[in-house]
């Protein structure tokens, strides 16, 4: 299997749980190459979000407090620094601001910008792994660069018993192998 079909198969078993809907930028018309993962997902389980990234994790948090399980999407690593504040400051903090009463599982996707066969530009290529790793201390991030650790990346993402959020950057360089 390809790297994009590990991703379909990983969102058809995230689309098996009740508690589990996709919000993003081009989740549920095309745009980008998110997209194309989740084509074979029902429309009535995605939330089609217009370009605002900070107010998307605000819902996608919102949504967790409320026991869903968003599997939010940002299709550049560059585009979710918008939502940095809700990240940092409200996703990663709330089991400690709330002395544990909230605890929401958010499954954050976004991916480093392809420079083949189009290059996007600095502004949409960027790879801030490194950087999400020292901002975040509740929330795992996880780097797909082998497609055999995508399946069992999300499948953790949504299975583990300590409630925590994931985010899982993928590489957009990959999508068209």
């Given at each position: 299997?390809?790297?994009?079909?590990?991703?379909?198969?990983?969102?058809?078993?995230?689309?098996?749980?009740?508690?589990?809907?996709?919000?993003?930028?081009?989740?549920a018309?095309?745009?980008?190459?998110?997209?194309?993962?989740?084509?074979?997902?029902?429309?009535?389980?995605?939330?089609?979000?217009?370009?605002?990234?900070?107010?998307?994790?605000?819902?996608?948090?919102?949504?967790?407090?409320?026991?869903?399980?968003?599997?939010?999407?940002?299709?550049?690593?560059?585009?979710?620094?918008?939502?940095?504040?809700?990240?940092?400051?409200?996703?990663?903090?709330?089991?400690?601001?709330?002395?544990?009463?909230?605890?929401?599982?958010?499954?954050?996707?976004?991916?480093?910008?392809?420079?083949?066969?189009?290059?996007?530009?600095?502004?949409?290529?960027?790879?801030h792994?490194?950087?999400?790793?020292?901002?975040?201390?509740?929330?795992?991030?996880v780097?797909?660069?082998?497609?055999?650790q995508?399946?069992?990346?999300?499948?953790?993402?949504?299975?583990?018993?300590?409630?925590?959020?994931?985010?899982?950057?993928?590489?957009?360089?990959?999508?068209?192998?």
């Amino acid at each position: 299997m390809k790297y994009v079909e590990h991703l379909v198969k990983s969102m058809e078993f995230l689309a098996e749980d009740p508690r589990t809907v996709f919000i993003g930028q081009s989740v549920a018309y095309s745009g980008n190459s998110i997209y194309n993962t989740l084509k074979t997902i029902s429309n009535d389980r995605k939330i089609e979000t217009p370009v605002f990234e900070e107010t998307q994790m605000g819902l996608s948090i919102g949504l967790a407090m409320q026991g869903f399980v968003p599997v939010t999407c940002y299709p550049r690593f560059d585009f979710l620094l918008l939502a940095i504040n809700q990240l940092v400051n409200h996703l990663d903090k709330m089991e400690e601001m709330t002395l544990g009463a909230y605890k929401p599982r958010v499954i954050i996707r976004t991916a480093v910008g392809a420079t083949v066969p189009l290059n996007g530009g600095v502004q949409h290529t960027q790879d801030h792994t490194e950087a999400f790793r020292n901002l975040l201390t509740n929330v795992d991030v996880v780097y797909l660069d082998d497609k055999q650790q995508i399946f069992p990346a999300f499948k953790k993402a949504l299975e583990r018993e300590d409630s925590k959020s994931t985010l899982i950057v993928e590489v957009g360089e990959f999508y068209n192998q």
